[in-house]
């Protein structure tokens, strides 16, 4: 009897053990419990709890590993300050490194017509990047671009007539593709509650960025209206509301921030180089009414 109790407690200990001592790699939608057996620049290699069989993962699409052993590692650009209004776009982050990008969430990807080595490139990519909800912009590509066209330079004559003289020119302008991340997405189930409460969105404020290669924050004017929210979709994790307003031809808008106060979206015009940002302030009372 004695023997028995000894040898379960011991198999008892030895699972305990075991599974302390497991690893857990998190990945945006999913949880793998196993143990790392190699942690390379670009990938992880692990082999799950119940067999030997080596996995191996790309490292940007995990979140963090934690360790049996408590230690954590994780990418530093979860440490990024959120951006929650354009205005904080000085925060916005610009890596290059694909490894730089691990554990972080997929927004959009950007066109930028303009010089990304110089400050005011720099800035102008951040600011684009903080419209659309983003604090971190991954660098992909940066090429050179050649336009042509003709130039017209009139020839007087005399005073009564003149004469056009059309001359050939080529202008050349760097064009940077790049993709928009955010450290932290925003809680969709916690806005699914909140939709289905129907609360009244009252549009306060339209801002935009205008410029071409030295973007500036700028205001539009705007009359405040009210609004309802019925229809919305989640993709990759991203929030998109489906609505109708004024003079706006767009109607999916890329929701940047929310709390219980205050909704921010987003959305693009223009070969989607023109940026724009909506912000709808939410009605308290429309919340007690649909209680009753």
Known sequence: MLRSIVLISAIAFSHLARTQSLDTLVLVNQRIVGKVTEVAPDLVTYKMADDDVLHKINKVDLIKICFGNGKVEQSPLLNVPLVAFPEEWANVRIVERPQDIQGVYKIDDIMYIGNTLSETGKNSLKMATAMMGGNIVHINESRQV?????????????????AYVSHPYTRTYTQTIARIYTSQLPDSVSFREMILQNPVFSLVNHMK??????YRLAWREVIPKDFRISKYSIEEGNIFVHLK?????????????????????SYRTRWLTKYHTLTFLIKPQSFAANKK
């Open 245 to 265: 307003l004024p003079d706006i031809s767009t109607t999916k808008f890329h929701v940047n921030f929310f709390d219980k106060t205050r909704l921010i979206v």
């Open 209 to 214: 960025l205008i410029g071409n290669w030295r």
């Open 146 to 162: 050649a336009s042509t066209g003709y130039v017209s330079t009139p020839v007087n004559y005399n005073a009564r007539n003149s």
